[in-house]
Structures are given as structure tokens and as C-alpha cells.
Nanobody, 120 residues
Framework: QVQLQESGPGLVKVSQTLSLTCAVSGGSITTTGYYWNWIRQPPGKGLEWMGAISYVGSTYYSPSLKSRTSISRDTSKNRVTLQLSSVTPEDTAVYYC????????????RGQGTQVTVSS
């Protein structure tokens, strides 16, 4: 059973950089064929795919967020990190990390999510 746990600050100020970590247990982030996605859901809105990192470390980003997003990994600690720069109140959302065979909002395992609020 793969488990994912997101962590990070629940409150971030406008213009700062948000940094979230996804700790993975029960499976390796280098397992062939899997992508580790970051997804968010703003209040009252649907799921938005932000980006992903593959099992070989290749990164992919949503065109709308590419200029502000960076995804990296630490294979020694089996975790994936999301950084989102220059945040605004529109970045307030529940942020999820997930594992999938592809890039997108579909998944076979997902963390419980972490609420991030951007304050002005």
C-alpha cells in the first residue's frame, strides 16, 4: 500500500514562494512507469493539474503555471517537492500529491491534501 503525505505551511503571504513536500512510503518514487503529480483544488472549483515528475526525474508543468512552478525530488528520502513562486490569493487551495501512470488528475494513490491559504 503506497501512502503519500503532503506537508508545508498552511499560510503564505502574497508574493512569497510556497513550498510543499510529499513524503512517499510503501513504494519508491523511482518505480518504473509512474508519475508523481501535484494537483490543487481552489475553494468551490474543480481539480487543477499543476505538474509532475516522472520516475526518471523528468518534469512537466501546466502551461498556465509553468513560469511559477518547480517540482523536484529527493530519491534518498523518497519525497517530491513543489515550489510555487509569487503566490496570490488565487493560489489558495487544497494541494494534493498523487501517483499515476500518467500526467493529470487521475491517480491510483493520492495524499489527503493540505490546505494552503494565501493572505494579502
Amino acid at each position: 500500500q503506497v501512502q503519500l503525505q503532503e506537508s508545508g505551511p498552511g499560510l503564505v503571504k502574497v508574493s512569497q514562494t510556497l513550498s510543499l513536500t510529499c513524503a512517499v512510503s510503501g513504494g519508491s518514487i523511482t518505480t518504473t512507469g509512474y508519475y508523481w503529480n501535484w494537483i490543487r483544488q481552489p475553494p468551490g472549483k474543480g481539480l487543477e493539474w499543476m505538474g509532475a515528475i516522472s520516475y526518471v526525474g523528468s518534469t512537466y508543468y501546466s502551461p498556465s503555471l509553468k513560469s511559477r512552478t518547480s517540482i523536484s525530488r529527493d530519491t534518498s528520502k523518497n519525497r517530491v517537492t513543489l515550489q510555487l513562486s509569487s503566490v496570490t490569493p488565487e493560489d489558495t487551495a487544497v494541494y494534493y500529491c498523487s501517483r499515476a501512470k500518467g500526467r493529470g488528475v487521475a491517480y491510483d494513490y493520492r495524499g489527503q491534501g493540505t490546505q494552503v491559504t494565501v493572505s494579502s
